[in-house]
């Protein structure tokens, strides 16, 4: 079987980064104002380097109607492309 490489899973926080902050023009203070979330940690998780939790993918679906599973589905399968295990509180 072939493996995918890891480059082709994307951290929800960069594709974010495009899809939502760029898109809309937003800066970092208004995003995380709009999140309700310390500039520093939005920052944080949009470079890639902080794990999204279900309490952060319910303020971008808030905030933006991003649909939660899609973050979901996106943080797994670069958490496996990268080793790294599931969050204990994460069932899956």
Same mark, same amino acid.
């Given at each position: 079987?072939?493996?995918?490489?890891?480059?082709?899973?994307?951290?929800? *926080?960069? #594709?974010?980064?495009?899809?939502?902050?760029?898109?809309? *023009?937003?800066?970092? /203070?208004?995003?995380?104002?709009?999140?309700?979330?310390?500039?520093?940690?939005?920052?944080?998780?949009?470079? /890639?380097?902080?794990?999204?939790?279900?309490?952060?993918?319910?303020? #971008?679906?808030?905030?933006? *109607?991003?649909?939660?599973?899609?973050?979901?589905?996106?943080?797994? *399968?670069?958490?496996?492309?990268?080793?790294?295990?599931?969050?204990?509180?994460?069932?899956?």
């Amino acid at each position: 079987m072939i493996k995918p490489h890891q480059s082709i899973f994307s951290h929800p *926080g960069p #594709w974010l980064a495009d899809a939502v902050v760029k898109e809309n *023009g937003l800066d970092i /203070g208004e995003l995380a104002r709009a999140l309700d979330q310390p500039e520093a940690d939005v920052a944080t998780f949009l470079q /890639g380097s902080l794990r999204l939790t279900p309490e952060i993918a319910a303020k #971008w679906e808030l905030a933006f *109607g991003v649909n939660p599973e899609l973050l979901k589905k996106l943080q797994e *399968g670069y958490d496996r492309a990268n080793g790294v295990a599931a969050a204990p509180d994460d069932p899956s």
